[in-house]
């Protein structure tokens, strides 16, 4: 069993910046490729990012540059520093350990962190 928490989530204004974690947990001997997701209400979830044990992030288009990916281990834990907050940024942020190379998630799902961006 693995499990994924994720934490940070708050009410930011335009242009703040904001940092997420996420907690990994379970009998996988370490996750290889862990990523962060996120969904809007109504709306598929989607790629924020990922990032291969001692390798670069890879981002999606929509926040390149604005994203920071990086993670620890033992224990495990990942960190999504977003800036530049953009209206469209609002969503539940979810973090996912067990992510392929084409940037599908494969692992179960924790219950998010919300990020409201409202100005």
């Known amino acids: 069993q693995v499990h994924f928490v994720e934490s940070g989530g708050r009410l930011v204004h335009p242009g703040d910046s904001l940092k997420l974690s996420c907690a990994a947990s379970?009998?996988?001997?370490?996750?290889?490729?862990m990523g962060w997701f996120r969904q809007v209400s109504g709306k598929e979830r989607e790629l924020v990012g990922y990032?291969?044990?001692?390798?670069?992030?890879v981002y999606a288009d929509s926040v390149k540059g604005r994203a920071t990916i990086s993670r620890e281990r033992a224990p495990e834990k990942m960190h999504l520093q977003m800036n530049s907050l953009q209206l469209e940024d609002t969503a539940v942020y979810y973090c996912?350990?067990?992510?392929?190379?084409?940037?599908?998630?494969?692992?179960?799902w924790g219950q998010g962190t919300m990020v409201t961006v409202s100005a």
């Open positions: 990032i291969v044990d001692g390798g670069a992030p």
């Open positions: 379970g009998t996988i001997s370490g996750f290889f490729r």
């Open positions: 996912n350990g067990i992510v392929d190379q084409w940037g599908r998630a494969h692992g179960p």
